[in-house]
């Protein structure tokens, strides 16, 4: 989780219900997306594919396209990933906001 020194989060999180797939070495499962931000994605998981903290993940989801990222913590049946930051992460979680959200994403610094 990427805090600031004043304890506020690097980029806000926003709710969302988003279904899509994630994948890395021991298997893939469906799930959803239940938040996002500029810099990281909160998965629920269909089934326990064995994922631990530092494996590589990608995510599929007809909103978002496909992105990849590291997960950083697993709780139960959530994970939490952070993304690989591209100009083309960048490009879809902005186009997810402005089509799916009709809001515009503030980049952090």
Not at 21 to 32: A, E, P, R, Y
Not at 44 to 51: P, W
Not at 54 to 69: C, F, K, P, R
Not at 89 to 97: C, E, K, L, R
């Amino acid at each position: 989780m990427a805090l600031r020194d004043n304890g506020q989060r690097v980029s806000p999180r926003d709710q969302a219900k988003i279904t899509g797939k994630v994948t890395c070495k021991t298997g893939s499962t469906n799930g959803i997306v239940i938040d996002l931000s500029a810099q990281g994605i909160c998965f629920q998981l269909l089934f326990d594919i064995g994922l631990r903290s530092g494996q590589e993940v990608t995510i599929e989801s007809e909103e978002l396209g496909h992105l990849t990222g590291i997960v950083r913590w697993c709780r139960g049946d959530k994970i939490g990933v952070k993304l690989k930051l591209s100009s083309n992460t960048a490009a879809q979680i902005s186009s997810y906001y402005k089509f799916f959200r009709d809001v515009e994403v503030r980049w952090p610094v």
